[in-house]
């Protein structure tokens, strides 16, 4: 597929989740993360479509893309794994966790494994203090990260 191709790919089923979604009260968000389901990410290409048909600028859209972490600018791996880096979890190891998580995976925070198997990403909090460290691998928490767990959450993502 051309360039010219691509881009007018994303910008016809951009323009299509826009009209669905554009009657809601606020509908920026939820537009975007509909676009990032559909793509994977939000695309550049996207950004001016979406600003159009919602009547913002394009600085509006690109300020509210690079404010939230959970949108990217790139496709993620098949999988993706978040690790908490808030105070709760950095008082009970986390970056023990990280350190042992990124040397594993020879990659670090905002990187993905050259065979495209894991995303690896910060966040800060998840909502499990009571137990630290934690991660969510695919949208599922996990509590309690210990050395034994890690390896397995490694194995697991690479497999």
């Known amino acids: 597929m051309t360039t010219q191709a691509a881009s007018t790919e994303i910008a016809s089923r951009t323009a299509a989740i826009i009209d669905e ?32 048909g919602l009547n913002l600028s394009r600085a509006e859209v690109h300020g509210v893309v690079s404010f939230y972490h959970d949108f990217r600018a790139q496709p993620a791996g098949r999988h993706v794994l978040k690790l908490c880096q808030a105070e709760a979890c950095q008082s009970m190891g986390s970056d023990a966790v990280a350190a042992k998580v990124k040397q594993l995976l020879g990659i670090d925070f905002h990187e993905t494994t050259r065979d495209g198997s894991v995303t690896l990403e910060p966040v800060y909090c ?7 460290p934690s991660a969510m691998l695919d949208g599922e928490v996990i509590g309690r990260l210990d050395d034994e767990k890690i390896e397995e959450i490694v194995a697991e993502v690479r497999s």
């Open 21 to 52: 979604m554009k009657g809601l009260e606020g509908p920026l968000l939820p537009i975007l993360h509909s676009i990032q389901e559909e793509f994977g990410h939000v695309p550049k290409d996207a950004l001016p479509v979406i600003a159009d």
């Open 126 to 132: 998840l909502g499990l203090c009571a137990c630290s």
